[in-house]
Nanobody, 124 residues
Framework: QVQLVESGGGLAQRGESLRLSCAAS????????MSWYRQAPGKGLEWVSG????????YYADSVKGRFTISRDNGKNTVYLQMNNLKPEDTALYYC?????????????????RGQGTQVTVSL
């Protein structure tokens, strides 16, 4: 069965960096685009970034553009989210999702599986 396991979250101070990882299994990873979403306390799910199945293109929410970088290693079935210059408003539970297709541009692209999430907390 499809499994997505996030890791790398934790506590950071404003301006610091964290790198999230998502290990995928149970499907042909290289055939699917992957995305990161997040959910802050009391708020809805927010799309953060997406990467095409072959890494040829990436997309970002305006709120993280220039600070976050998504990447993947199809040989390791893993997708990453490098988060630099973190801000308190980045505090959220971060989820890795499998998009149904091989490309993703934004939240309008559907996904069918989601991991359990990894918590990121950024202090002032």
């Amino acid at each position: 069965q499809v499994q997505l396991v996030e890791s790398g979250g934790g506590l950071a101070q404003r301006g610091e960096s964290l790198r999230l990882s998502c290990a995928a299994s149970g499907f042909t990873f290289s055939r699917h685009a992957m995305s990161w979403y997040r959910q802050a306390p009391g708020k809805g799910l927010e799309w953060v970034s997406g990467i095409w199945s072959d890494s040829s293109d990436t997309y970002y929410a305006d709120s993280v553009k220039g600070r976050f970088t998504i990447s993947r290693d199809n040989g390791k079935n893993t997708v990453y989210l490098q988060m630099n210059n973190l801000k308190p408003e980045d505090t959220a539970l971060y989820y890795c999702v499998r998009n149904t297709g091989s490309v993703v541009i934004g939240p309008e692209d559907p996904y069918d599986h989601r991991g359990q999430g990894t918590q990121v907390t950024v202090s002032l």
